[in-house]
């Protein structure tokens, strides 16, 4: 499908994950959002009521609410059968929805393996020149590259980023996070985005100054990078966007805009990136591959960075707002290496 256009299948969903408190301490629940109607609905309860609607008892609507509404993850992954469950869900939505307000909100998914890519020329420039200090390296040029991120430090809307010790420059970096729905290897990039579930905003977080350092190491980014990845508020169905080009994207720290962008000026299409990361691999239900940063969309095309206390607000148009509050405390490591001798010549 050209220019990542998908047809309109249906009613659009923006879906979540959110804490709860449960018997056996905190639960994650996966919830349909409606900031139309300053709400989210509870899936799982709603779409046990239902079914209890339709004539099912009990206990085995809430069987079967649980095996199909348990993980957005595994959800991604049944496919047509799950937005329509969540569909039906919605027929019992007043009866299991909560303020918009008062949603704990939770990275949008957990994602079976992670990965960001580099797409957009005008980050691009500006990153090479006010980072690296130099020109974009050819390579750039020459494939869709990406790195692959660690699972463990996702973050949700409004739950606080940590600022580690190790660095002077907190960074951030607005971006669309494909997540995937259907399994895929080798696909043509026509094909690709009939792999995608849905979008959602990618906050590729970065510590510019231990970047630097990392880099020369020749194994990618590191702490740098895996401190923390934001993804959220939630996942939008492609079924509400005509097309991901030209979709509008806001920075505001504190309040203050930062800078505005847009989705357009692509080295590789959101096709060929999805494509490209398919070749000799498979893509997974759930999978998240990050666009690339949008231009002027991280600190560090501006030479600003954030501190402790900042609230900082990524936005992009038909999806919402990703707010990150920053620890007003910096984190210290539990252990830190002494730099060992080089046992060879300086050049």
Do not use: C
């Not at 430090?153 to 729905?181: A, M, Q």
């Amino acid at each position: 499908m050209d220019e990542a256009e998908q047809p309109k299948e249906g009613p659009p969903m923006k879906l979540g994950r959110i804490a709860v408190s449960g018997p056996d301490g905190e639960e994650i629940r996966v919830v349909a959002a409606e900031p139309e109607h300053d709400r989210v609905i509870d899936l799982k309860k709603a779409y046990a009521l239902a079914l209890q609607k339709g004539g099912a008892t009990v206990e085995g609507s809430r069987h079967l609410a649980h095996a199909t509404f348990r993980d957005l993850t595994q959800g991604v992954s049944s496919g047509d059968f799950f937005l329509e469950a969540a569909h039906k869900a919605l027929d019992a939505a007043d009866d299991a929805s909560l303020p918009l307000g008062d949603a704990d909100f939770r990275a949008a998914i957990k994602p079976p393996v992670l990965r960001d890519s580099l797409t957009f020329n005008g980050h691009i420039k500006n990153f090479f020149g006010n980072v690296m200090k130099s020109k974009p390296t050819r390579a750039v040029y020459e494939r869709p590259g990406f790195f692959k991120g660690s699972t463990a430090t996702l973050y949700g809307t409004n739950e606080t980023i940590p600022y580690p010790s190790i660095t002077e420059k907190l960074d951030y970096e607005l971006e669309i996070g494909y997540v995937i729905g259907k399994p895929g290897r080798n696909l043509a990039p026509e094909e690709a985005f009939d792999h995608v579930f849905g979008i959602t905003i990618f906050n590729d977080w970065s510590l510019r100054d231990v970047q630097v350092l990392e880099n020369p190491i020749g194994m990618g980014a590191q702490h740098s990078k895996d401190f923390a990845y934001g993804i959220g508020p939630w996942i939008v169905t492609l079924d509400e966007i005509d097309s991901i080009i030209g979709l509008t994207g806001q920075v505001r720290v504190n309040g203050e805009i930062w800078s505005d962008t847009k989705v357009e000026d692509f080295i590789w299409t959101p096709e060929e990136t999805v494509s490209y990361v398919s070749q000799f691999d498979g893509l997974q239900p759930g999978d998240l591959i990050g666009s690339g940063t949008m231009a002027f969309g991280a600190g560090a095309e501006l030479q600003k960075f954030l501190q402790p206390g900042d609230v900082l607000e990524l936005e992009l148009e038909k999806v919402g707002v990703l707010r990150s509050p920053i620890a007003t405390e910096k984190e210290e490591p539990g252990w830190w290496p002494t730099p060992q001798p080089f046992p060879f010549e300086e050049d």
